[in-house]
């Protein structure tokens, strides 16, 4: 790649990020900003789409460039079909795959993506992140956010950590496996946002997971 296309990539990057950096607000609860999804996911679209057009070079690259991202109609149709290809390829596999409006949201339990307190991804979960590494790309236009979850034992700061770790290993194997990181976004989210309670045993181990948000990136303009 040449130092032109770099310089392109980097700047579209830096840009992305100081948008989103303008746009942050502070969390009153835990004292973090944060940033609205609208414009956290739009500006890494955009992002995304000038990665896309810099690789190469002419009119080719301007046309995906502005072909990049999925029409607002279209999108519905495109996570469907996305949606179906993720059922079939993780049927059985203790993987829960849910659908809320355009996005689709796949819930992978701790005890089968992590050892007992340790955030290196078991190599018997392997099969299974290869299978969501091909369906990704094969539906390339899409932002992957991975967030970690805990219960709630142990201390705030532990689990925080051990979250992010979590979200990070899974990232890094789909990177490994071919998926820029440029699409990826993680997060650790520690005890918060618990699907089930954590007062008995069943309940905290559903409360551990790891979760991979997909939605699609919106075409520019």
């Given at each position: 790649?040449?130092?032109?296309?770099?310089?392109?990539?980097?700047?579209?990057?830096?840009?992305?990020?100081?948008?989103?950096?303008?746009?942050?607000?502070?969390?009153?609860?835990?004292?973090?900003?944060?940033?609205?999804?609208?414009?956290?996911?739009?500006?890494?679209?955009?992002?995304?789409?000038?990665?896309?057009?810099?690789?190469?070079?002419?009119?080719?690259?301007?046309?995906?460039?502005?072909?990049?991202?999925?029409?607002?109609?279209?999108?519905?149709?495109?996570?469907?079909?996305?949606?179906?290809?993720?059922?079939?390829?993780?049927?059985?596999?203790?993987?829960?795959?849910?659908?809320?409006?355009?996005?689709?949201?796949?819930?992978?339990?701790?005890?089968?993506?992590?050892?007992?307190?340790?955030?290196?991804?078991?190599?018997?979960?392997?099969?299974?992140?290869?299978?969501?590494?091909?369906?990704?790309?094969?539906?390339?236009?899409?932002?992957?956010?991975?967030?970690?979850?805990?219960?709630?034992?142990?201390?705030?700061?532990?689990?925080?950590?051990?979250?992010?770790?979590?979200?990070?290993?899974?990232?890094?194997?789909?990177?490994?496996?071919?998926?820029?990181?440029?699409?990826?976004?993680?997060?650790?989210?520690?005890?918060?946002?618990?699907?089930?309670?954590?007062?008995?045993?069943?309940?905290r181990a559903q409360n551990r997971r790891v979760e991979i948000r997909l939605r699609a990136i919106e075409a520019q303009g």
């Open positions: 790649m040449s130092a032109k296309k770099l310089q392109f990539i980097s700047i579209a990057l830096a840009s992305s990020l100081a948008f989103v950096t303008g746009c942050q607000t502070l969390d009153p609860y835990t004292g973090e900003k944060k940033t609205s999804s609208a414009v956290k996911y739009g500006a890494i679209g955009a992002a995304i789409c000038g990665i896309i057009g810099s690789r190469d070079s002419g009119k080719h690259a301007r046309n995906a460039a502005v072909g990049c991202g999925v029409i607002g109609a279209s999108i519905g149709a495109y996570m469907d079909s996305q949606e179906s290809k993720l059922r079939e390829s993780l049927q059985n596999t203790g993987v829960s795959v849910q659908r809320e409006g355009d996005q689709i949201r796949l819930i992978m339990p701790g005890n089968i993506t992590f050892a007992t307190n340790k955030s290196h991804v078991q190599s018997d979960f392997y099969p299974v992140l290869d299978s969501v590494v091909t369906v990704l790309k094969e539906f390339d236009e899409t932002i992957v956010e991975v967030q970690g979850f805990t219960d709630s034992t142990g201390s705030w700061e532990h689990n925080m950590k051990l979250s992010e770790s979590r979200a990070r290993a899974v990232a890094g194997y789909l990177e490994s496996g071919g998926i820029i990181y440029q699409r990826l976004v993680t997060s650790g989210k520690g005890p918060s946002n618990p699907i089930a309670s954590n007062s008995d045993a069943a309940g």
